[in-house]
Each structure stands twice: as structure tokens, then as C-alpha cells.
């Protein structure tokens, strides 16, 4: 609500049946009456967490698209950087730095780290790890590749759903990095967190649940990330480096982090780094 750019459209949508919480979502519009906010209701049950950025995204009438969880907060220049990065560089999206504040079950601030940083954006580090938090980027929808346009985001995944969509749309379009830190990324240490690696909640019957269901969309986006690699003839050879999964691998088994290709570019790395260190005092 404390973005400097203007205009903008709020959508928000509620997964819910609280009456207090649908009225209150509905006041806001009095309460911030410089903004157009439209709010939508998904009745379903579970866990649809993509759904609704697709029911989001097909309602906003603008251009240029956004995304913003519930616990999470924006800087007020976020959109404005964005969208200028995107102006000057013609670029289909952009994306800024995110902080990363680990807070307890009282909202108190825990911890704050970097561990998302990147000042380079490298298409390959993605397809290993996501790095881009889903309200760290802005997306202008008109430039999108058509099968992305629509609906984007899949709904068969509950978990990483924003990494299966950056997955696709960095496949297509490269980005605009923004080296300002514009939002913070709050995760919670206490039981409300579906991580529940971060809650420190010992119950071994839900840490088992929780890993199979991780599992189990890690094995869909990388069957995901096969399919994709189908359709371009140099695509295989340009993402050997990047994380797979044998196409034997049981939903719930480990999944290995690195193979033999990922090793050696960072061995790569550290050398290129060394070298360039060691040119500094020659």
C-alpha cells in the first residue's frame, strides 16, 4: 500500500470461510481509497496456494504483474525500481534483492540473513535452486511467450509452484537485476511454517509427510524441467549442469544435489574466482 508508484491495482485473494476476515478484507477499500482493490474468494479446501496466483492473475486488469504472500512486505520503491529496470533494458521482467527475517510464533525478528543475493542472474543456478522469492519480481504479461500468459502457474504442486513458473519464464526470457534490496522474505520458526525443518517441531509422523510432499513436487517440476528441454535442440547440452533427476527416481527418495557436471563448474568457479582475486595484487 506504501508503493510510490502509481497507479496500481490490488488483487487480493482469500482462501477462507472467516466471515471477520472477508469483512475486513472489504473495508480496506475505504481505508485506502487511492487504490482500486478488488478481493476474490477460492472456496476450495487444501493447500492451493497456485490456484490462487492464477485466479489473481487472471483478474488484474494491468499490464505489468506482481506478487505479494500475506506475511511477507515490499520496500516502497519496490515497483518503481522494477518497472524503470524493465524500461531501460526492454526486458520482459525484472527482479530485486530480498532479505530473508526469520521470525517466532510472536512476530519477533529471530534472524536476518542474504541468502538469496545475486547481482549476476545466471539461468542455469535457477533450474538448481530458486533464488528469486515469488514478490522479488514484476512481469510484464504483453511480452510473455503465449503459453505463459494464461493460468501459469501449476496447479498440481502446493510446494516450489514459483520455482516451476521462473523455471519457465526465465527458459523464455531473460531478466533485468536490480542490485537495491526491495523486499523481505518472512519465514516463521514457529507451527504456522509448512517448512517444517524451520519450526523445530519434533513430531516425526508430520517431518515425514512434509518430506514426501516436497518429494513429490521436486520429482514434478523436474519431470517439468524434461519436458521443456524437449523442445529446443541445444537445450540438454546447455543445461547439462543443471540439477536432474534419473528418470528411475521413486517420489520420496533422496534427490541428489549435484551431479558429476554441477562439481565441476564450481570447481570452475573457485578458480575463476582465485585467479581474479590474485590479478588484484599483480
Known amino acids: 500500500m506504501e ?7 490490488v488483487i487480493i485473494v482469500y482462501q477462507g470461510s472467516d466471515s471477520v476476515e472477508q469483512q475486513f478484507l472489504h473495508s480496506l477499500s475505504e481505508e485506502f481509497k487511492g487504490l482500486t482493490i478488488r478481493i ?7 493447500d492451493r496456494r497456485a490456484e490462487n496466483l492464477n485466479i489473481g492473475w487472471e483478474a488484474a486488469h494491468g499490464r505489468y ?16 525500481l522494477l518497472f524503470a529496470a524493465m524500461q531501460q533494458s526492454n526486458a520482459t521482467w525484472s527482479y530485486a534483492q530480498s532479505r530473508l527475517r526469520k521470525e517466532d510464533d510472536e512476530l ?10 545475486r547481482h549476476r542472474f545466471s539461468v542455469v543456478d535457477l533450474w538448481i535452486q530458486n533464488f528469486i522469492p515469488i514478490h522479488s519480481f514484476l512481469v510484464d504479461r504483453a511480452r510473455l511467450v503465449p503459453e505463459l500468459r494464461l493460468r501459469p502457474f501449476c496447479e498440481e504442486l502446493d510446494r516450489s509452484e514459483d520455482w516451476d513458473f521462473l523455471i519457465r519464464l526465465s527458459f523464455f526470457h531473460k531478466p533485468e537485476v536490480v542490485d537495491g534490496y526491495t523486499s523481505n522474505y518472512y519465514v516463521s520458526t514457529g507451527s504456522r511454517n509448512t517448512n517444517l525443518s524451520l519450526t523445530g517441531d519434533s513430531n516425526t509422523a ?69 585467479i581474479r582475486r590474485l590479478e588484484l595484487f599483480l
Not at 66 to 73: H, K, R, S, V
Open 65 to 80: 504483474l506482481g506478487f505479494l504472500d500475506d506475511d511477507d512486505t515490499l520496500e516502497p520503491e519496490h515497483f518503481a
Open 40 to 46: 476474490f474468494n477460492n472456496a476450495a479446501v487444501g
Open 108 to 117: 519477533a525478528l529471530v534472524e536476518e540473513s542474504l541468502p538469496f543475493q
Open 206 to 274: 508430520l517431518h515425514e509427510v512434509n518430506r514426501q510432499r516436497w518429494a513429490s513436487c521436486k520429482a514434478l517440476i523436474e519431470k517439468r524441467k524434461m519436458e521443456l528441454l524437449e523442445r529446443t535442440w541445444w537445450a540438454k547440452e546447455f543445461f547439462s549442469s543443471a540439477v536432474t533427476l534419473p528418470a528411475s527416481i521413486e517420489v520420496g527418495g533422496d534427490v541428489p544435489m549435484l551431479n558429476v557436471h554441477g562439481v565441476t563448474r564450481i570447481r570452475r568457479r573457485i578458480i575463476r574466482a582465485l
Open 3 to 9: 508503493n510510490t508508484y502509481r497507479p496500481i491495482e
